[in-house]
């Protein structure tokens, strides 16, 4: 598993990153040259659960919020989650680069409906899949989270 951050995609801190982003992360973005999004974090020993592999609420935490950066950076507008069902596929030892993915399915005029996932390497951690409100004003950071 990859102990660091990939230094093939210029990633770039969240611009939030006070109140409880600041006890998990610092979280990262980047726009491959797809155009699609990536986001990732260094995790360490206090991203572990007892057994010294991932907590399932770290990776949860992150995942809740690259999926709010995607609903906001695609809409301009900004979101709160609604649902968030996680699927825990395998786990991984605390102190690696920890990567996600999310995919818009669905958008509506109050809602949107997304598909994630993490990973450690080549590893996959989980999925999920999210429902986020979205609310009418726009966000201030939308273009440059």
Request: net charge neutral; charged share 15%.
């Amino acid at each position: 598993m990859p102990t660091d951050k990939p230094t093939n995609v210029e990633f770039t801190p969240f611009a939030e990153n006070g109140g409880f982003i600041a006890h998990n992360g610092p979280y990262y973005w980047a726009r491959e040259p797809s155009t699609e999004f990536v986001y990732g974090f260094q995790s360490d020993a206090r991203h572990g659960n007892p057994n010294g592999v991932l907590h399932g609420a770290a990776v949860t935490t992150f995942v809740d919020t690259f999926l709010g950066h995607a609903v906001v950076v695609q809409t301009g507008r900004l979101c709160a989650t609604v649902a968030l069902n996680v699927q825990f596929v395998a786990g991984a030892p605390a102190g690696g680069w920890v990567s996600g993915r999310a995919r818009l399915r669905k958008l509506t005029r109050t809602m949107a409906f997304l598909d994630a996932e993490a990973s450690a390497g080549d590893k996959l951690l989980l999925t999920a899949t999210a429902i986020f409100r979205v609310f009418d004003a726009p966000s201030a950071g939308a273009a440059g989270q």
